[in-house]
């Protein structure tokens, strides 16, 4: 156990199972509580795309002691929440809730992994539901191009398939495949229980000790492999729209490269969503070519992924590629002055701090954090990484980006 000397760092602790704690006592008349797993839509096999996010979807769905109304209940009773998310490599089952129902929100979330058993009825309805997300998401191409750039780019592997996966492979998914899901992916040493909350942190992890302790699942084997490279694209899908939606990106490095710090930084001044980022004032603000832009990261265990979006007019898709790569390569080759970059830096540090406002998502990251590293990153240590840069090393983020080969996928 660690109990650092500032008050307001968290507790962390490891059960003789291997499952990870952090608790950081709170101020807040609010109780965020989950547990991190350390398993995506990455860890699927073939023939089982979408079963990460369908357990999401049906783990609340009754349990040997509870049926899916009495899940649902135990916190909307009072007037809290129990919900969950997938991405690739995670899945976040969490609680928040009025400070003073801990326990309560500890003893379910260890009920629904240990117990759950994904009863027939509730998985042939839950699978329509998730189909029908399905067909939604795919209606609205800004937001399923991303999924059809993965695809493209991380071909060959895991990371390429789509999260929600796809009608047919959701309708061979049944109550067995989603338990084995469970008993392999979220065990001890692959999850961390994370809690944000005013009570004694000694006393939540006395409580997540009780209910958690029990489970003894063996360790995980997540057996990931590197997705293979790829060659450069440069694709346009016509589907007669009147709007193109294009994504421009590249493959870079995974969440541990310390290269990560100026590129989150490039990445903010490039399309952050603030209307003052470079991007957005040389496409929407100068020229009014695009209805949205936006530049985001995407940092995975052993690689990563930089993308740029826009929304334009069709005739626009082929200038707004052209003003975007001009903006990269102009950062790749002058060195910003130190005042325009300092500029910079305290605008995303402000944001930051903004940010951490969220209790909730500060929570989050928390947990992620612990999962990931095996230790807490909060605000101050990403400020302080953040502050110790140099114009050069924003300079030289964009001449890597810049040097890359940069994809292309338009949808219009």
């Not at 692959?190 to 003894?216: C, G, Q, W």
């Amino acid at each position: 156990m660690h109990n650092p000397n500032s008050s307001d760092m968290p507790l962390t602790a490891t059960l003789p199972n291997g499952l990870r704690i952090i608790v950081r006592q709170t101020h807040s008349a609010v109780s965020y509580i989950g547990v991190a797993v350390g398993a995506g839509s990455r860890d699927e096999s073939p023939e089982h795309h979408g079963l990460a996010h369908f357990v999401e979807h049906t783990i609340f769905k009754g349990t040997t002691a509870r049926r899916s109304w009495h899940i649902s209940n135990r916190m909307e009773s009072i007037g809290g929440e129990l919900n969950a998310y997938t991405s690739k490599e995670e899945t976040l089952v969490y609680t928040n809730a009025p400070a003073g129902y801990d326990e309560r929100a500890i003893e379910l979330l260890a009920d629904i992994i240990a117990n759950s058993i994904f009863p027939q009825r509730e998985i042939d309805r839950e699978r329509e539901v998730v189909i029908e997300e399905i067909n939604s998401y795919l209606d609205s191409p800004a937001d399923s191009i991303y999924d059809e750039f993965e695809e493209l780019i991380f071909a060959g592997s895991p990371l390429a398939h789509n999260i929600l996966g796809s009608p047919e492979s959701v309708r061979r998914l049944n109550g067995a495949d989603c338990r084995a899901f469970l008993d392999r992916f979220y065990t001890p040493s692959n999850m961390v229980v994370y809690a944000s909350t005013p009570t004694d942190p000694n006393k939540i992890i006395r409580l997540i000790e009780k209910y958690f302790e029990p489970m003894h699942f063996p360790a995980t084997d997540a057996a990931r492999t590197t997705p293979p490279a790829v060659e450069a694209f440069d694709k346009v899908i016509d589907r007669d729209g009147h709007q193109a939606h294009t994504i421009l990106g590249c493959r870079i490095f995974g969440r541990d490269d310390a290269r990560r710090f100026p590129l989150f930084l490039l990445n903010n001044y490039l399309g952050g969503p603030c209307m003052n980022s470079r991007l957005n004032q040389e496409l929407r603000e100068k020229r009014g070519l695009v209805y949205t832009v936006d530049s985001n990261v995407a940092l995975l265990s052993d690689c990563g992924l930089m993308q740029i979006y826009f929304g334009s007019d069709v005739e626009a898709a082929d200038k707004c590629i052209r003003i975007v790569r001009r903006e990269i390569e102009r950062l790749a080759s002058d060195t910003l002055p130190q005042r325009s970059f300092d500029n910079i830096l305290n605008q995303y540090c402000g944001q930051l701090l903004v940010s951490s406002d969220n209790r909730e998502n500060m929570a989050m990251s928390m947990g992620k954090s612990l999962l990931y590293f095996n230790k807490v990153q909060d605000i101050r240590d990403v400020t302080r990484r953040l502050r110790a840069l140099s114009p050069a090393d924003l300079r030289d983020t964009a001449e890597l980006i810049a040097s890359s080969p940069l994809c292309r996928l338009t949808i219009r």
